[in-house]
């Protein structure tokens, strides 16, 4: 919704992104259908991510991952 290091005024009420204030002037930075249109984008973006990992991983489903699938490999000092 706003600029990635912006997001941690949220308790204090001057939220400069307009999330989380009722200041009518911060509040009026905040437009919801770009912010709604950004979070569907990054949530597809993921979702498309998940089934790359999981195709990558051998299965067809996002819900056949394992926990294995989703661990690096695990070496030993001697294998390094």
């Known amino acids: 919704m706003g600029k990635a ?3 941690y005024h949220c308790h204090t009420g001057r939220c ?13 930075r905040l437009n ?3 912010a709604a ?3 569907y984008n990054y949530l597809h973006s ?3 991510e998940a089934q790359l990992l999981a195709r990558a991983c051998g299965k067809t489903n996002i819900h056949s991952l ?3 699938d989703l661990a690096g490999p695990l070496l030993l ?3 390094l």
């Open 66 to 68: 394992e926990p294995e």
């Open 77 to 79: 000092k001697h294998q």
């Open 5 to 7: 290091g912006e997001c």
């Open 32 to 34: 919801p259908d770009d």
């Open 46 to 48: 993921m979702t498309l």
């Open 16 to 28: 400069p992104v307009g999330v989380a204030t009722q200041d009518p002037k911060l509040r009026a």
């Open 37 to 39: 249109l950004r979070v």
